[in-house]
């Protein structure tokens, strides 16, 4: 049996809003925004992806991009 009036004790942010949960959308937003604007950090994660792209994982990392671009999933 469920306890009565257990479900409005969940904060609101974290209720279950079903697919296409907008409030975990707009904290995402949020996120992407303050990493973006963020140019130190920017500038260290590009550094290091064109690092990897150049080195000995390239090939692995440019077919997993051209495997993505194509549609192909596991």
Known sequence: MAKSGSASKVKPELRNE???SRSAARRY???????????TRTRKLAT?????LEG??????????????????R
């Not at 937003?29 to 140019?39: T, V």
């Not at 000995?56 to 999933?73: C, D, M, N, T, V």
């Open 18 to 20: 079903g697919e296409g």
């Open 29 to 39: 937003d949020a996120g992407a925004e303050r990493a973006a604007k963020d140019k």
């Open 56 to 73: 000995p994982e390239g090939p692995a990392l440019r077919a997993a991009e051209e495997s993505g671009k194509a549609g192909k999933h």
């Open 48 to 52: 290091e992806a064109e690092r990897a």
